[in-house]
């Protein structure tokens, strides 16, 4: 109530108020607005029920590569024929290990009590055999170290009686690999993914998908919308937004009509650039303020990639598909069972 010197006026201020609201009300319920009391149906309800069903047959994979980091000194001039020509032991060399990690989501093929095989995009493991740091690139190029990778793993923490899985089948051109491993038949097991592979071949412009996977370690479900399916390239083009962990992840469709959920194609990349900057070194940053002290120091040439939020790749379905199809031979040599290749066709 609105008061006023007056009782009257006030009371009619009142009533003009609620007259106000009440058809401001009706004009927001004719715009699209419903009262706080009804619940709104927007179609999302079957989604939170796949994102539900999808939780268990998604898993983070993590990836380790242990490298073997050899040091040299200016005076060394080693170089490359002379690193290809000797072991070269008898060199003033330091010897000291680094790891490298990634990590993203993979999506549960095969899972059972004694076997698991899970497809995650092979990019997130593919770390080279060999990293050569040099002083300087122009000529004669003396080596500063040499890294040789000596060990590589797969894990993820989800996986009951599982410690480590090996890299059974990947094709770099696809980006898609299959990781698995043997388990105890007690162990506990999540349900392999429960929707099938649809073709794209009917997809249009504007439809509505969703991705589910892994960003920065977090299982999270986001969407957005289809552009240019008619294209020939291996590749969906979406507008859902994308960071570094959801390589792997789920894509997939709802259909309101008959309610079911569709498997439409695996997240693969967003699109990026990167410049290269100077700074300081690394390490001075945390214990420096150089917005009051400049720094004198020895400039750093550093690389920053800026991600292209919006614009995110996915790998279709029909190439995944002719990928397993391909790797259930490999699967058959190395103990696992044959997986399932059947890609559904649109009505």
Request: aromatic share 10%.
């Amino acid at each position: 109530m609105i008061h006023q010197p007056g009782g009257k006026t006030g009371i009619r201020l009142s009533g003009f108020v609620l007259v106000l609201v009440s058809l401001t009300w009706t004009a927001c319920s004719k715009l699209g607005f419903l009262p706080p009391s009804r619940s709104i149906d927007t179609g999302n309800q079957r989604v939170s029920e796949v994102a539900q069903q999808l939780a268990r047959s998604l898993i983070r994979i993590n990836y380790v590569a242990t490298y073997s980091i050899t040091g040299f000194s200016l005076s060394d001039r080693m170089t490359t024929q002379r690193l290809r020509d000797s072991l070269s032991t008898d060199l003033n060399a330091s010897l000291r290990f680094e790891n490298v990690t990634a990590s993203g989501t993979g999506i549960l093929l095969e899972a059972t009590p004694t076997e698991v095989i899970v497809l995650t995009c092979a990019h997130i493991g593919n770390r080279p055999d060999t990293v050569l740091t040099y002083y300087s690139p122009s000529p004669p190029g003396y080596l500063q170290a040499v890294g040789l990778k000596v060990h590589e793993k797969y894990y993820s923490s989800e996986l009951s009686g599982i410690r480590e899985m090996e890299l059974l089948v990947e094709d770099r051109l696809s980006d898609l690999a299959l990781l698995g491993a043997h388990r105890a038949g007690n162990a506990e097991y999540r349900p392999a993914v429960p929707f099938p592979l649809l073709s794209t071949a009917n997809l249009k412009w504007g439809e509505p998908i969703f991705i589910m996977g892994y960003p920065l370690g977090h299982l999270m479900l986001t969407g957005g919308r289809i552009s240019a399916p008619e294209s020939d390239t291996p590749y969906l083009l979406l507008d859902a937004l994308f960071n570094p962990g959801f390589s792997g992840g789920l894509v997939f469709s709802c259909d309101n009509a008959d309610r079911k959920a569709y498997w439409i194609g695996v997240a693969k990349s967003v699109a990026a650039s990167s410049q290269w900057l100077l700074s300081p070194p690394a390490d001075s940053l945390p214990s420096s303020d150089f917005s009051t002290f400049p720094y004198t120091g020895t400039p750093w040439v550093t690389r920053q990639q800026q991600i292209h939020y919006g614009v995110t790749f996915a790998i279709r379905s029909e190439t995944v598909a002719a990928f397993l199809s391909a790797a259930n031979p490999a699967l058959r040599e190395k103990g696992y069972g044959t997986l399932n290749t059947a890609i559904q066709q649109p009505d």
